[in-house]
C-alpha cells in the first residue's frame, strides 16, 4: 500500500492524502473501480480525530479501495478559497472535484462518502448531490442544536448514568437535582413512546426536511447507507424521531445498517472503541459488495 501527498483544485490549494489500493488478500479485488472519501470532522484536518482516519484509509486501502482524505477549502493544509462560494456550495464543489480527480488518475467511477460529526453530514449531502456516490457511512452525524436535542441528551445520560450513580440519588433525595430538566426529560420520553410521527419538525422544519430528502434520495437510487453511532450519542433516536417508521423499513429492506460502539465517545477515542469501529466498517464494506 502506498501513500502520496496530493494538490488539486483550480489553483492547486487542496490538499490532501492518497492511500492506493492495494492487492488484497487472494488476488481478486471486490471493490475494483470504487474509491472512497474522508471529509473533515469540523475544523481537525485530513488525518481525523485521534488519528481515525489515518487508520481507516490504510484499512481500506488494504481491501483494495482507493481512499483520497483531504481537507476542505480553509481547514488543515488547504488554503481559502477566494470566490466567497457559501460554504456547503464550496464543500460540494471540492469534493466533486475529488471524485474528479480519482476518476481520472485512478480509473474509478463509484464512489464511497465517509464522515464523522460534521463529516458525516458533509458525506450525506454530497451523497444526495452527485450520483456516483453508491455508499455513505456515517459516524455520530453533527445534530443541531435545539430544546428538543438538548433534552434528547438529558434523558440518555440520565439513562445510562446517572440512574445507577449513588451520588446522583443522592442528588436527588436531598433536592440538588435539576427537576425542570429532569421533568422535561421524563415527558420526551413518554412522548416518543406513544408517538411516531416527527417530534422534531417545530424546532428547525429546513434541517428536518434536509433530513428526510437525504434518506429519500438515496432509498430511490438504492445507496448503500452504514450509521455508526457511540453508546452515548443521540443520533440515531434524533433520526427516527425525525423520519418516523421510514427508519425501520430501510433497515429491513437492506439498504441500511446500523452499529452501535459500546463504551464509546463522541469522536471515538479510545483505542478499543476504534478497533470497534475499523472492523465494523470493513465487515459492512465487505458484505456491500
Not at 489515518?54 to 483531504?70: N, Q, Y
Not at 449513588?166 to 427537576?179: A, E, Q
Not at 415527558?187 to 406513544?194: A, N, S, V, W
Request: hydrophobic share 45%; proline share 4%.
Amino acid at each position: 500500500m502506498k501513500e502520496h501527498a496530493l494538490k488539486f483544485g483550480p489553483d492547486g490549494s487542496l490538499i490532501g492524502i492518497l492511500s492506493e489500493a492495494a492487492a488484497p488478500p487472494g488476488g481478486r479485488n471486490m471493490h475494483q473501480g470504487t474509491a472512497a472519501l474522508l471529509f473533515n470532522a469540523g475544523l481537525i484536518h485530513h488525518i481525523g480525530p485521534n488519528r481515525i482516519y489515518v487508520k481507516m484509509a490504510r484499512r481500506l486501502a488494504c481491501m483494495g479501495i482507493t481512499v483520497l482524505r483531504f481537507d476542505f477549502s480553509g481547514i488543515g493544509d488547504s488554503g481559502p478559497r477566494m470566490d466567497k462560494l457559501p460554504a456547503e456550495a464550496s464543500m460540494l464543489d471540492e469534493a466533486r472535484q475529488a471524485m474528479d480527480l480519482l476518476e481520472q488518475r485512478c480509473a474509478v467511477h463509484t464512489f464511497i462518502c465517509i464522515g464523522l460529526c460534521a463529516g458525516a453530514a458533509a458525506a450525506a449531502r454530497i451523497s444526495v448531490a452527485d450520483a456516483r456516490v453508491k455508499k455513505a457511512i456515517l459516524i455520530n452525524p453533527l445534530l443541531p442544536k435545539t430544546p428538543q436535542t438538548e433534552l434528547m441528551y438529558h434523558l440518555r445520560y440520565y439513562h445510562s448514568h446517572a440512574l445507577f450513580n449513588p451520588r446522583s440519588w443522592l442528588k436527588f433525595i436531598f433536592l440538588k437535582s435539576n427537576y425542570r430538566t429532569l421533568w422535561k426529560a421524563l415527558c420526551l420520553k413518554i412522548r416518543t413512546q406513544f408517538h411516531s410521527p416527527s417530534l422534531c419538525e417545530g424546532e428547525l422544519p429546513g434541517i428536518t426536511a434536509e433530513l428526510k430528502n437525504f434518506f429519500h434520495h438515496l432509498d430511490s437510487r438504492g445507496v448503500r447507507l452504514f450509521l455508526v453511532f457511540s453508546e452515548d450519542d443521540i443520533g440515531e433516536q434524533y433520526i427516527q424521531n425525525v423520519i418516523g417508521h421510514e427508519y425501520n423499513a430501510l433497515k429491513q429492506s437492506g439498504l441500511m445498517h446500523t452499529e452501535t460502539l459500546v463504551g464509546a465517545d463522541h469522536l471515538v477515542t479510545l483505542l478499543p472503541s476504534q478497533n470497534h469501529l475499523l472492523e465494523s466498517v470493513t465487515a459492512w464494506l465487505g458484505d456491500a459488495v
